[in-house]
């Protein structure tokens, strides 16, 4: 029989590749969902909405990508809207790794949550909270998800390597970069949704042998042509973040105001994401391999795949 599954950030570059593998399938039919773009335009924050949205559906992914108050509000109202209904839709809800906060080591799902470190992470500590009260749910927790169309972890990085901002950041660059294939995500979801033994479940989903920041940067770089790479002093990028990135920040706002694309702009590297370079935490990704029988893409094979969609090199 054919699921009918929602997809909540259907246009997204998670929901996008799964609205994809679902239509592939033989028990899926994918409802595309998001605010802007092709598909069922949905304000999932609009609760009445939300609930006409459900009629029919036996499955929900919220793969919602957007300010963190709107990404509450809208778990808030899917749970909400969800347990009305006669029979509960099965809820895959997207977390990140932000919600460790600053921990070191290796933490598995039991690890206390802590969302001090941003806005977003105590965002997405408040989603699972929510969460957690609804009778069918399973919760992922990805680390950096890159492949082809990966905006974070694959285009800005290609960027920022291309024009020699990032290369070998020396004690900048040694934490452990938990990397995590679309792919691998994609395959993630599904199992979830065709295994009713892990409803109830929580999954870190990352690479099994993750290399340090600056091991990323150098494999990368490599793959995309940009070999030898750049040593970058901590003095550069103390002035990359505080000095360089504010400015760049204000700029963004701007250009988006204005309705121009901001991704024209340099990438910017704020002191979140130099913290996280640094942060030696190793996601513990056993049970998704137990559970949803994942094995996980090789970090070679992925950036091969990743390299076409990446940003090229700039033109001189």
Do not use: C, K, Q, Y
């Given at each position: 029989?054919?699921?009918?599954?929602?997809?909540?950030?259907?246009?997204?570059?998670?929901?996008?590749?799964?609205?994809?593998?679902?239509?592939?399938?033989?028990?899926?039919?994918?409802?595309?969902?998001?605010?802007?773009?092709?598909?069922?335009?949905?304000?999932?924050?609009?609760?009445?909405?939300?609930?006409?949205?459900?009629?029919?559906?036996?499955?929900?992914?919220?793969?919602?990508?957007?300010?963190?108050a709107t990404m509450v509000a809208a778990t808030e109202a899917l749970v909400a809207a969800a347990t009305a209904r006669p029979v509960p839709p099965l809820l895959i809800q997207f977390s990140s790794m932000s919600v460790y906060g600053p921990v070191e080591g290796r933490v598995d799902e039991s690890t206390p949550l802590d969302g001090c470190l941003s806005l977003y992470a105590a965002a997405k500590v408040a989603i699972e909270t929510r969460t957690r009260r609804y009778p069918r749910a399973v919760i992922f927790r990805p680390g950096c998800v890159y492949g082809p169309g990966g905006k974070q972890w694959s285009e800005r990085i290609a960027r920022l390597l291309c024009t020699r901002r990032i290369g070998d950041l020396g004690a900048g660059g040694d934490g452990i970069a938990n990397l995590v294939l679309i792919d691998d995500v994609v395959t993630a979801t599904l199992a979830a949704l065709t295994r009713p033994t892990v409803e109830g479940a929580v999954f870190n989903l990352a690479m099994a042998d993750p290399p340090d920041w600056n091991g990323y940067f150098l494999r990368f770089a490599k793959v995309l042509g940009t070999v030898p790479i750049a040593r970058r002093s901590e003095r550069r990028l103390r002035i990359e973040t505080t000095l360089l990135a504010p400015s760049l920040k204000i700029l963004e706002r701007l250009v988006t105001r204005a309705g121009w694309d901001p991704t024209r702009l340099p990438p910017l590297i704020s002191p979140a994401l130099a913290r996280l370079w640094r942060q030696e935490i190793f996601l513990d990704s056993s049970a998704a391999e137990r559970d949803l029988g994942l094995r996980w893409t090789p970090l070679d094979q992925g950036l091969a795949v990743t390299c076409g969609a990446a940003a090229p090199p700039p033109k001189k």
């Open positions: 029989m054919t699921r009918r599954i929602l997809v909540l950030g259907g246009n997204g570059f998670i929901g996008s590749r799964i609205v994809a593998a679902l239509a592939a399938t033989d028990w899926a039919e994918p409802i595309a969902a998001s605010r802007h773009g092709s598909g069922l335009r949905l304000d999932a924050a609009r609760p009445a909405a939300l609930a006409a949205a459900l009629d029919g559906i036996d499955a929900v992914v919220n793969a919602i990508v957007a300010p963190p």
